[in-house]
């Protein structure tokens, strides 16, 4: 079902310059996950009209919405994303993954590694120990990318000390026993992704 759902939406995403990621029914919420085609930020006025959209959609095909009651929920994919097809896992070449495998499948079921490649009916792990791992899509379960929380707030720490180090020199050509103090900037980096809610 959400095949076809997604063959319907993803125009309605593409007129207002947005790409669908994903499309995924959890529980009694149809999630639908899109991002500015252009990689820009993504706005909440786009996300609203997309999401309009597409309920208008649900309730012209009603073949298409799920049988039982759900809330649908349009936003962005967020630090972490769910890896479902072979473009997701392209796109995620390089980066760190978290996979669990079909029941079944050989070796270990979850594990983290580096997605070296991405292929058209597997994809290749290279494991912590260096040993590398490939899988059939049908044998990944579930996968989706690791964000470094750690780097990110080493990063962030970093940065601010930078900030304090400029902001705390002395201006140039200037005698700091004047006693003037440098001017303090501060810059906001906490972004939150936009969402959509409609209750159907």
Not at 27 to 46: I, M, S, Y
Not at 50 to 79: H, K, N, Q, Y
Not at 130 to 156: C, K, N, P, Q, S
């Amino acid at each position: 079902m959400t095949d076809e759902i997604e063959q319907a939406v993803a125009p309605l995403c593409a007129a207002v310059g947005l790409e669908l990621v994903d499309v995924e029914l959890r529980h009694k919420t149809l999630l639908v996950t899109v991002e500015d085609a252009a990689g820009r930020e993504l706005d909440l006025e786009r996300v609203a009209e997309v999401a309009r959209a597409i309920s208008t959609l649900l309730d012209e095909r009603e073949e298409l919405a799920p049988r039982a009651p759900f809330e649908l929920e349009v936003s962005s994919p967020g630090v972490e994303r769910r890896l479902r097809r072979p473009e997701h896992f392209r796109r995620a070449t390089g980066s760190t993954v978290a996979v669990r495998t079909a029941p079944g499948t050989e070796g270990d079921r979850r594990f983290e590694a580096v997605l070296e490649q991405a292929e058209e009916d597997a994809a290749r792990f290279r494991l912590p120990d260096g040993a590398e791992r490939r899988l059939a899509y049908g044998e990944i379960e579930r996968a989706h990318t690791v964000f470094d929380w750690r780097a990110a707030l080493a990063a962030a720490s970093k940065a601010d000390q930078q900030i304090d180090e400029i902001d705390e020199a002395p201006e140039a050509g200037h005698d700091p026993a004047v006693g003037a103090s440098a001017g303090h900037t501060q810059s906001g980096r906490t972004s939150r992704p936009t969402r959509e809610r409609e209750s159907r």
